[in-house]
């Protein structure tokens, strides 16, 4: 088991805890921290933090260089670069998990932006216990308030270091974390943050039977034509029984459909199914349209045809 640790609070307490944990539970407990290198010194400073974690105890523990390209925002990207990065990091010392160490003030964040962006249920149920590749991340502080966690730390005068990207007004989530939440707070108490917290969950929720029903729904309205040779297969759906369902479970069948057809699902937002789910009424006469990943979705009498051009 790897801890994943940014020298932050938030991290330093949950290596501390592992380092803690792991000989009453039998495990084999180290840590990773990744440098993004995105400010002068970075390299000395993930050094720092390898150190410290080592003298909790931990061991392996490696501080791993990223080089953080340029995709969907520098937020998303150095995201990107640090899952690759921390995932690469397990298997090469055969780990099974790699602990993270959001809490539920990040979970109450990551609602408020999902909500922003008017996003539905699948976004709002926010980040998971256990997620990524053979459910590898685990984050066991999703249900600790900050304050408790910073306590923790400050108990055990563990040294942090804090981002200072965490304080950057140019970034969405410190203005959520540093002035939304706050003025949030302010006007609707304290709880706010265990409410939106308690969304998520119950968001998930939703979104699981809503997946399933749509599973179900899928066999019911879909056939797949073989592929042409090299390209994905076509991906045929009964316009009368998608009508027959309800909304939520329409969009998520087309959204399957259109994944089936070759679409790649980090590129197809809400407002591209929302247009597929306007061919099935015929809205303004309208037959065709193209989706991302050379996707083609036609209606042809009673079905809608979804193929790769
Ligand atoms: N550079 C990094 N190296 C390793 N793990 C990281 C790094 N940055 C973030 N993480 C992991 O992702 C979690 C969430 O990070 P994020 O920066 O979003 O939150 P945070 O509340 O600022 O956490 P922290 O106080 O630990 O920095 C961290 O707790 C840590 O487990």
């Not at 685990?138 to 965490?166: G, I, M, Y």
């Not at 899928?218 to 034509?225: K, L, P, S």
């Not at 087309?254 to 070759?262: D, E, N, S």
Request: net charge positive; aromatic share 4%; with cysteine.
């Amino acid at each position: 088991m790897l801890a994943a640790c940014s020298g932050g609070a938030d991290s330093m307490a949950l290596a501390s805890a592992l380092a803690f944990e792991a000989p009453r539970l039998g495990l084999r407990a180290g840590g990773v921290t990744v440098d993004h290198g995105l400010q002068q010194g970075s390299d000395a400073r993930a050094a720092e933090v390898a150190d410290r974690m080592r003298s909790l105890g931990l061991a392996p523990v490696e501080a791993v260089a990223v080089s953080v390209g340029r995709g969907g925002g520098p937020e998303a990207a150095a995201r990107d670069a640090r899952y690759a990065a921390l995932d690469a990091a397990a298997e090469r010392h055969g780990a099974a998990a790699v602990l993270l160490g959001h809490t539920r003030d990040d979970q109450a964040e990551t609602v408020l932006l999902g909500l922003a962006r008017g996003s539905g249920t699948r976004s709002l149920s926010g980040m998971a216990w256990v997620s990524g590749t053979g459910g590898r991340y685990r984050r066991p502080f999703l249900q600790l308030d900050r304050h408790t966690v910073r306590e923790a730390c400050l108990a055990q005068s563990l040294p942090v270091w804090e981002d200072p990207h965490n304080a950057d007004p140019a970034y969405t989530r410190s203005r959520v974390r540093h002035e939304a939440l706050p003025i949030l707070e302010k006007a609707l108490g304290k709880g706010v943050v265990e409410a939106l917290a308690r969304t998520a969950q119950l968001s998930r929720d939703d979104a699981d039977a809503l997946d399933a029903w749509a599973a179900r729904a899928e066999a019911e309205v879909m056939t797949t034509a073989p592929a042409a040779a090299g390209g994905a297969q076509a991906v045929h759906l009964d316009t009368g029984g998608l009508r027959g369902l309800p909304a939520a479970v329409r969009r998520r069948v087309l959204r399957r459909a259109a994944i089936a057809a070759g679409a790649p699902a980090g590129s197809l937002f809400a407002r591209h199914i929302e247009e597929v789910d306007r061919l099935i009424t015929g809205w303004r006469g309208q037959r065709a349209l193209n989706l991302p990943g050379r996707v083609e979705v036609r209606r042809e009498g009673g079905r809608l045809v979804i193929r790769q051009g």
